[in-house]
T-cell receptor
Framework: GAGVSQSPRYKVAKRGQDVALRCDPI?????LFWYQQALGQGPEFLTY????????KSGLPSDRFFAERPEGSVSTLKIQRTQQEDSAVYLC??????????FGQGTRLTVV | AQSVAQPEDQVNVAEGNPLTVKCTYS??????LFWYVQYPNRGLQFLLK??????LVKGSYGFEAEFNKSQTSFHLKKPSALVSDSALYFC???????????????FGSGTQLTVLP
C-alpha cells in the first residue's frame, strides 16, 4: 500500500487480556518503529527493527510488551496481561535511512 | 541522550498573521530535525525535515523551518496562518550518526496551534 497501515484502529481490552497490534509498513522500508502516545503527549519510543532484527527494545515499559517482525515486513506488538496504564495510542512508523519516519494512523488501546 | 523542548503548550494566532512554533533540541553530533502535525484521531503527518544544507527548509502546506545551530533551535514558521492549520505540532530529532540506538526519533511534548478566524 501507499502508507503505513495499522490494525485494528481501536481496541478495547479487559484488564488481564492479551492483545496483538499489527503494522504493515511501506514496502521497501527496512526500518520499523513502535511508539506509544499518551493523550496530549508526544510519542515515546518503544522499539526498533531493521528488517527482521530487533536492534533496540530499550523503550518497552515491561516484559509484558513484546514485538516481532519475523519476515522483515509486517510487525506485531503484543501486550500480555494488559493493565489500565497500557491505555494509549500505539503508533507504528517505517522509514528508509534519512528521510524521516512515516507514521500509521495508530491503534487506540483502551483497557477497562 | 537526545531531547526536544517545545516551550509553548499552546499558540494562538489570528488568521492571516504569521505564526511561529518554537523548538530547541539536544543531540550528540549533527542533528536530523523534523516537524510533524497531528489532527484529532489521526496519526502524525510529516511536514518537513532538516538533514543538511540550507538552514531554511520549506515543507508542506506553506510551512518552513529555520535551523539555527548556535541556538540549537528549529522553529516552525508560516507567513500567513489558516484556520485549517489548527492542530497539534511536534518537533523531533535524531542524531545523524548511524547507530542502532540513534535511529529513533525523539519527540517534543507538542504545541497546540489554534488559528482564530
Amino acid at each position: 500500500g501507499a502508507g503505513v497501515s495499522q490494525s485494528p484502529r481501536y481496541k478495547v481490552a479487559k484488564r488481564g487480556q492479551d492483545v496483538a497490534l499489527r503494522c504493515d509498513p511501506i514496502s521497501g522500508h527496512v526500518s520499523l518503529f513502535w511508539y506509544q502516545q499518551a493523550l496530549g503527549q508526544g510519542p515515546e519510543f518503544l522499539t526498533y527493527f531493521q528488517n527482521e532484527a530487533q536492534l533496540d527494545k530499550s523503550g518497552l515499559p515491561s516484559d509484558r510488551f513484546f514485538a516481532e517482525r519475523p519476515e522483515g515486513s509486517v510487525s506485531t506488538l503484543k501486550i500480555q496481561r494488559t493493565q489500565q496504564e497500557d491505555s494509549a495510542v500505539y503508533l507504528c512508523a517505517s522509514s528508509r535511512e534519512w528521510e524521516g519516519a512515516f507514521f500509521g494512523q495508530g491503534t487506540r488501546l483502551t483497557v477497562v | 541522550a537526545q531531547s526536544v523542548a517545545q516551550p509553548e503548550d499552546q499558540v494562538n494566532v489570528a488568521e492571516g498573521n504569521p505564526l511561529t512554533v518554537k523548538c530547541t533540541y539536544s543531540v550528540s553530533g549533527n542533528p536530523y530535525l523534523f516537524w510533524y502535525v497531528q489532527y484529532p484521531n489521526r496519526g502524525l503527518q510529516f511536514l518537513l525535515k532538516y538533514i543538511t544544507g540550507d538552514n531554511l527548509v520549506k515543507g508542506s502546506y506553506g510551512f518552513e523551518a529555520e535551523f539555527n545551530k548556535s541556538q540549537t533551535s528549529f522553529h516552525l514558521k508560516k507567513p500567513s496562518a489558516l484556520v485549517s492549520d489548527s492542530a497539534l505540532y511536534f518537533c523531533a530529532v535524531r542524531a545523524a550518526l548511524l547507530s542502532g540506538s540513534a535511529r529513533q526519533l525523539t519527540f517534543g511534548s507538542g504545541t497546540q496551534l489554534t488559528v482564530l478566524p
